[in-house]
């Protein structure tokens, strides 16, 4: 069993910074392959980055264009999205997955979710 908390959404201005962070706990969370989607009012969850928790290799959504970075800090149990400069079209809520299917990108794949932390970026 795994549980997620995710933390670090708010309001903020186009252009600023947030650090996402998903604080993991269980026996076996070691064992699993994280990510991170995102949903926006109406539309379909979508992937946004994943990560191995053990080797840190990263993988990220054809939309992120290099601007998110995935990370995990063991010590502390956690996954980190790394937004440097938020664009109003970023506004969803954003969710922490865990899952045993390497590399996947689509959510059913992922066997454990966080209740989700809500961006909204304002222009």
């Known amino acids: 069993q795994v549980q997620l908390v995710e933390s670090g959404g708010g309001l903020v201005q186009a252009g600023d910074s947030l650090r996402l962070s998903c604080a993991a706990s269980g026996r076996t969370f070691s064992s699993y392959y994280w990510a991170w989607f995102r949903q926006y009012q109406g539309k379909e969850r979508e992937f946004v980055a994943g990560?191995?928790?053990?080797?840190?290799?990263?993988y990220y959504g054809d939309f992120v264009k290099g601007r998110f970075t995935i990370s995990r800090d063991n010590a502390k149990n956690t996954v980190y999205l790394q937004i440097p400069s938020l664009k109003p079209e970023d506004t969803a809520v954003y969710f922490c997955?865990?899952?045993?299917?390497?590399?996947?990108?689509?959510?059913?794949?992922?066997?454990?979710w966080g209740q989700g932390t809500r961006v909204t970026v304002s222009s």
């Open positions: 990560i191995t928790w053990t080797g840190g290799s990263t």
């Open positions: 997955a865990a899952g045993l299917v390497l590399y996947s990108r689509v959510g059913y794949d992922y066997n454990y």
